[in-house]
């Protein structure tokens, strides 16, 4: 099965800064790559999918990139309500696996 | 508009079997697989299978065979997950949630909680 590591665990920024998350894919995985955001006592939310489409609706400074087997989000200014944990997904074929999360908190 | 509407929280013994609802509206019920993914306390998210429910061919994680059954109803639109032998380690907030072209999930249920507990 392939695995999905997401780094670092967790992050502290300041409002403002550009905030990079990082997944790496075992095998390969094409462009079939998902960015979900969840805060705290919340159904996660579709940000990104096929690696870097941003889904409707979704804030213009959150941006996905990669291809293959090494992804990023980035949240190129955070914000107060950027605070939340932060999942990457392979899908496509299964098994459909989640990253372990990134947690953004502001500094 | 596309409605997920899961059943509610559930206690359940430690052995014992629970059988979580997802009831969904506004869209063709049968063109869109269903899945299941659940969240223990303070962890990540962590998929357990997907049911096609227009035919009810199903497939689960590794983890779960032996244990997980999704199952459907398609004349109430209506999506079940059962998880049997439960063990402490299974109470989490179990979700359902629409897969979408390549089953990224945008649609989600709104959770259920199910407690393991003696």
């Known amino acids: 099965d392939i695995q999905m590591t997401q780094s670092p665990s967790s992050l502290s920024a300041s409002v403002g800064d550009r905030v990079t998350i990082t997944c790496r894919a075992s095998q390969g995985i094409s462009n079939y790559l998902a960015w979900y955001q969840q805060k705290p006592g919340k159904v996660p939310k579709l940000l990104i999918y096929a690696a870097s489409t941003l889904q409707s609706g979704v804030p213009s400074r959150f941006s996905g990139s990669g291809s293959g087997t090494d992804f990023t989000l980035t949240i190129s200014s955070l914000q107060p309500e950027d605070v939340a944990t932060y999942y990457c997904q392979k899908y496509y074929s299964a098994p459909l696996t989640f990253g372990g999360g990134t947690k953004v908190e502001i500094k | 508009q596309v409605q997920l509407v899961q059943s509610g929280a559930e206690v359940e013994k430690p052995g014992a079997s629970v059988k979580v609802s997802c009831k969904a509206s506004?869209?063709?019920?049968?063109?869109?697989?269903m899945h299941w993914v659940r969240q223990a306390p303070g962890q990540g998210l962590e998929w357990m299978g997907w049911i096609k429910p227009n035919s009810g061919d199903t497939n689960y994680a590794q983890k779960f065979q032996g244990r997980v059954t999704l199952t459907r109803d398609t004349s109430i639109r209506t999506a079940y997950m059962e998880l049997s032998s439960l063990i402490s380690d299974d109470t989490a907030i179990y979700y359902c949630a629409r897969g979408e072209e390549t089953e990224y999930f945008y649609h989600w249920g709104q959770g259920t909680l199910v407690t393991v507990s003696s």
């Open positions: 506004g869209y063709t019920f049968t063109g869109y697989y």
